[in-house]
């Protein structure tokens, strides 16, 4: 097979997604709670197969016009390592532009389930409702399989150019 084959293999086959994702656990933390507090950070389970995220982040110095986001995806090899490589983006200019391709996999995943949706300022609470694994499943497993195994996305989230507050997504991957 040629390499242009094989990367357009590669692009199309994951359009099937064949993976389970269940979240296994759901960390928020403020570094700083006269700037931001998490009075809502938790994950529902609605039956066996189905969980959900709900974070609400209540900011206290209002309006943010400007935000920097680090994502790092990690595996549990024991302990969470780092895995695939680290994304940094300001926050401002993506809602802006949407450019950033990986950027808006990620977006993409909790995008109809957050008052993030629009370009900066923001000038009220954040919040994420009900965000389900299948978000997840969809948008990931059309880009690449991922092993089965144990992973964890790391967010960081800063405003100018102070770390405000980390929030860290644990979950389970089961390929059927
Ligand atoms: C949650 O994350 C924060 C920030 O990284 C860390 O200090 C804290 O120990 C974590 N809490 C738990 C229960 O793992
Ligand atoms: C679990 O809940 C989800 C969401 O409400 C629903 O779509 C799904 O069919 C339910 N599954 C079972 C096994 O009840
Ligand atoms: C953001 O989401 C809200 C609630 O789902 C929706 O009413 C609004 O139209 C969305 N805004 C944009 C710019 O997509």
């Known amino acids: 097979m040629s390499k242009w084959l094989l990367v357009k293999f590669l692009l199309t086959l994951p359009m099937i997604c064949f993976c389970h994702v269940t979240f296994t656990n759901l960390n ?28 609400y982040a209540k900011l206290n110095q209002v309006p943010i016009v400007d935000a920097r ?19 940094s983006y300001d926050g401002c200019k993506f809602m802006k532009t949407q450019k950033n391709v990986l950027v808006k996999t990620f977006y993409r995943t909790f995008q109809r389930n957050t008052n993030i949706n ?14 389900f694994t299948g978000n997840l499943e969809e948008e990931f497993g059309r880009f690449i399989i991922i092993p089965n195994g144990d992973y964890a996305i790391y967010t960081d989230w800063a405003t100018n150019k102070i770390s405000r507050a980390s929030v860290k997504i644990y979950l389970k991957i089961l390929n059927r």
Request: net charge positive; proline share 5%.
């Open 28 to 55: 928020c933390s403020s570094y700083n709670l006269d700037f931001m507090s998490f009075p809502t950070c938790r994950i529902k389970a609605v039956n066996r197969t189905h969980k959900y995220i709900s974070i």
């Open 118 to 131: 629009h370009t900066c300022p923001y000038d009220h609470d954040l919040i994420v409702d009900k965000l």
């Open 69 to 87: 986001v680090t994502i790092q995806f990690r595996r549990f090899d024991s302990g969470y390592k780092p895995f695939l490589y680290d994304l």
